[in-house]
């Protein structure tokens, strides 16, 4: 999870991460990282976001299509680029790294290959609060990132408060916190407003 001083044992992940019937929603996960005090981003991104955040010391998680129509995280730990004919590295990537948890194996996909197993382009990096800066020490777009987190994790609060069979103080409060994540997007503030509206007294 690129934890290091923070970094949580897997019991303590597990106790804090909801597991359901389609398996494990990167939102709680990402809740899981923040209460056991390490931060993170959930973004989009092709092979080349994953490799540059290898390149500046990260391993980010990548999530793949697997048959069935399911999809599974796997963690991109390398990455290899072209060599030019005067053996200096070139900027093409031309492979990854994967760890697969299901078969405990390290692999080597292209980058097209593993581009065709993308699911939506979905990745994810865990980082201590002071690795921060260093996210951006090979090119990776930390600011475009970081405003796809910001809609990610508004959606999550708002699937939550979607998920209440009727407006009530609770889905309010996590509208609230849907519209903290990112106040730009309306379809929050929406949201808020008409709970607001049903669980206020006249």
């Known amino acids: 999870?690129?934890?290091?001083?923070v970094a949580p044992t897997p019991d303590e992940l597990a106790r804090r991460v909801k597991v359901t019937p389609q398996g494990i929603d990167p939102f709680d996960a990402q809740r899981a990282s923040t209460e056991l005090g390490g931060q993170s981003l959930v973004f989009t991104g092709p092979p080349e976001a994953a490799a540059r955040l290898v390149e500046a010391g990260f391993a980010p998680v990548a999530f793949v299509n697997r048959p069935a129509n399911t999809r599974h995280a796997v963690t991109v730990t390398g990455a290899e680029r072209k060599m030019a004919t005067n053996g200096q590295c070139t900027t093409a990537l031309v492979a990854l790294e994967v760890f697969d948890p299901l078969t405990n194996r390290r692999s080597w996909l292209t980058a097209q290959a593993f581009a065709d197993?993308?699911?939506?382009?979905?990745?994810?990096?865990?980082f201590d609060p002071n690795q921060r800066d260093k996210l951006d020490d090979n090119g990776f777009p930390v600011a475009a990132a970081e405003s796809v987190d910001r809609r990610f994790r508004a959606q999550g609060w708002l699937n939550r408060a979607n998920a209440h069979?009727?407006?009530?103080?609770?889905?309010?409060?996590?509208?609230?916190?849907a519209?903290?994540?990112d106040p730009e997007w309306q379809p929050a503030r929406d949201a808020l407003a008409r709970h607001r509206a049903k669980t206020t007294p006249p």
């Open 117 to 126: 197993r993308q699911s939506a382009q979905q990745l994810m990096v865990f």
């Open 1 to 5: 999870m690129s934890l290091t001083s």
């Open 179 to 181: 519209v903290a994540a």
């Open 165 to 177: 069979p009727a407006p009530n103080p609770q889905s309010v409060r996590l509208l609230e916190r």
